[in-house]
């Protein structure tokens, strides 16, 4: 890496030092009551008990591992749907004028107007939770698939043709990576508002999962554990995108370079 | 040194006085590309706009034409057609002696731009149409290393196209379209963006691959001296709406090994500016 990259890093990476110094001087002092802003050992020492004695009833491996998973399981079913569907409709407009309809009225609903609907009709278990991840993540990820078919150059799919490819072929050997760049945007994307929906998936009716873990500590007034629940889902949030963004130069290496 | 003798004359639709030699004159060939009262038109209804119109063309196998026009006189527009991309408001196009429905893997294609697959490297750009047809993987990667090292590129087999300069990325463009034998190979100004010296080592090099091949091949250009070098017949064209304003055989064809040598061929310099007058009044 050369210098002028490294040094905006060098600047984020002071302005966070100087961010938690704040934090620690304001606390230590306290200036502020522990309730609205725990100190940084607080919050230290409530992570530290959740690692050794779990939260709950449930080890805090446990509580990542089950957010995770609906996560997880969302964002599969959102990949393996949203991904064929877009590609149908980016070429067959028919296709696309019968399901725009629908994604263009639920995309811009809150997730929680139509939750209470979603645990009536599938209960009260991962079922619900898992189904909500999976419509934030799907419309994203769907409209930027679709984007990506359209943007596909005629002459690409021209020339495959000319190559012996067929109709079907042209889909799985070109449409398909040609789409690669815009389907990861989408993934990003999508994974992004699906992260910001576990919290609220994760409201009824359950009894783990970070983000219940930090809605649950905040019943019971306890800063330091929301605290360090907070800064966890933040971490593992960049973390995701660290792992996409990794994928992404290893599966589209030509991206932005055509 | 090539020396060129001028010996008989061939006139054209304009009755131009164009030098040329004997042509080694083979018995017509099979037909490859016939197109009779050909037209294209843009669009519909009050925006539409004819582009060529009433254009007859009729190309035997073993040849190599070359098109020369002016920008905007229709050229690729006529290439889309044969290429199967557009197909004809006017008249008919038969290739092979059949009518033409779409593209075809017996029509090759090499765009002004390489147009490669960006998440292919070389290597897999070139075997892209022989794993259309279902070819082994064993067999695929041979024929595909042969075609590479036919264009001087085996070093660079396992680059992606992004890391290719336009020069390498146009070879491998040609070598994609070679490797699946096309009957006719369809090429639309595939040098225009390249600079001289890396234009004429590809001219050398397409012509060599056409000779070795004994395949069709339709050459776009815009570029009088790539035409004479290229071609065995050149069909100059013009009008508005666009046409063939004329065609020639080429006096050169095949005759000299390099640019150079056609450039100082006896009676090119003559032929050179007859077709340079025919395009400005074409355009
Ligand atoms: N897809 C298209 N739609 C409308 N007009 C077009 C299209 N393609 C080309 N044209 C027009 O047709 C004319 C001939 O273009 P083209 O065949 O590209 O010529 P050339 O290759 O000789 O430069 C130009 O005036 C161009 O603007
Ligand atoms: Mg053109």
Redesign the interface.
């Known amino acids: 890496m050369n210098r002028k990259a490294v040094l905006p890093r060098i600047v984020s990476l002071a302005a966070v030092l100087l961010a938690l110094t704040a934090w620690w001087i304001v606390t230590a002092n306290g200036w502020v009551k522990p309730l609205f802003l725990p100190s940084p050992p607080d919050v230290w020492r409530a992570f530290t008990d959740m690692v050794t004695s779990g939260y709950k009833g449930s080890p805090l491996a446990l509580h990542i591992w089950d957010s995770m998973y609906r996560l997880g399981a969302a964002f599969a079913l959102a990949l393996l749907t949203a991904v064929p569907l877009g590609i149908l409709s980016g070429s067959n407009k028919w296709v696309q004028a019968a399901l725009y309809p629908f994604i263009e009225f639920y995309r811009p609903l809150p997730p929680l107007a139509y939750y209470t609907v979603l645990v009536l009709w599938l209960g009260i278990e991962d079922a619900s939770k898992i189904m909500l991840l999976f419509l934030a993540a799907f419309a994203p990820l769907y409209i930027a698939v679709v984007s990506g078919v359209k943007r596909v150059p005629s002459d690409r799919i021209n020339g495959a043709r000319s190559l012996g490819a067929s109709k079907w072929k042209i889909y799985v050997h070109i449409i398909l990576p040609s789409c690669l760049p815009e389907i990861f945007i989408g993934i990003r994307t999508a994974v992004g508002v699906a992260y910001t929906t576990l919290a609220a998936a994760e409201m009824v009716a359950a009894v783990t999962g970070i983000g219940w873990m930090v809605l649950d500590a905040s019943k019971f007034l306890r800063s330091d554990i929301v605290f360090a629940g907070i800064i966890m889902m933040g971490l593992i949030a960049i973390l995701i995108d660290i792992a996409i963004r990794s994928l992404e130069r290893k599966i589209v290496p030509w991206s932005g370079k055509e | 040194m090539a020396a060129i003798q001028v010996e008989t004359i061939e006139q054209s639709k304009e009755h131009l006085s164009l030098p040329t030699t004997e042509s080694s004159s083979t018995t017509p060939g099979k037909e490859v590309v016939s197109l009779s009262a050909v037209g294209l038109s843009y669009g519909d209804g009050k925006q539409q706009r004819e582009i060529l119109r009433d254009v007859h063309l009729q190309i035997v196998e073993g040849e190599f034409v070359c098109v020369l026009g002016a920008s905007g006189s229709g050229k690729t527009s006529l290439l889309r057609m044969i290429?199967?991309?557009e197909q004809p408001t006017a008249g008919q196009i038969k290739l092979f002696g059949r009518p033409h429905l779409?593209?075809?893997?017996q029509?090759?294609?090499v765009?002004q731009h390489a147009?490669l697959?960006?998440?292919l490297n070389v290597r897999g750009n070139v075997e892209?149409?022989l794993?259309?047809?279902g070819i082994r993987k064993v067999l695929r990667r041979e024929r595909a290393a042969d075609a590479i090292e036919r264009v001087g590129l085996a070093h660079a087999a396992k680059l992606?196209?992004?890391q290719l300069s336009g020069g390498m990325k146009q070879r491998v463009a040609i070598a994609?379209?070679m490797v699946?034998e096309?009957e006719l190979m369809l090429m639309d100004e595939p040098f225009a963006a390249l600079d001289a010296i890396t234009r004429e080592a590809l001219q050398v090099q397409v012509r060599e691959l056409w000779q070795q091949s004994g395949k069709t091949a339709l050459f776009i250009t815009h570029d009088v001296d790539e035409a004479l070098f290229l071609g065995d017949r050149i069909i100059v064209m013009g009008g508005s709406p666009g046409g063939i304003a004329t065609e020639m055989r080429s006096p050169l064809g095949h005759r000299t090994v390099n640019l150079s040598e056609t450039r100082s061929a006896n009676g090119y310099a003559k032929v050179r500016d007859q077709l340079i007058q025919l395009l400005k009044q074409e355009s």
């Open positions: 290429a199967g991309y779409g593209p075809d893997r029509v090759g294609v765009f147009n697959f960006p998440w892209f149409g794993r259309m047809q992606m196209p992004h994609r379209s699946t096309p």
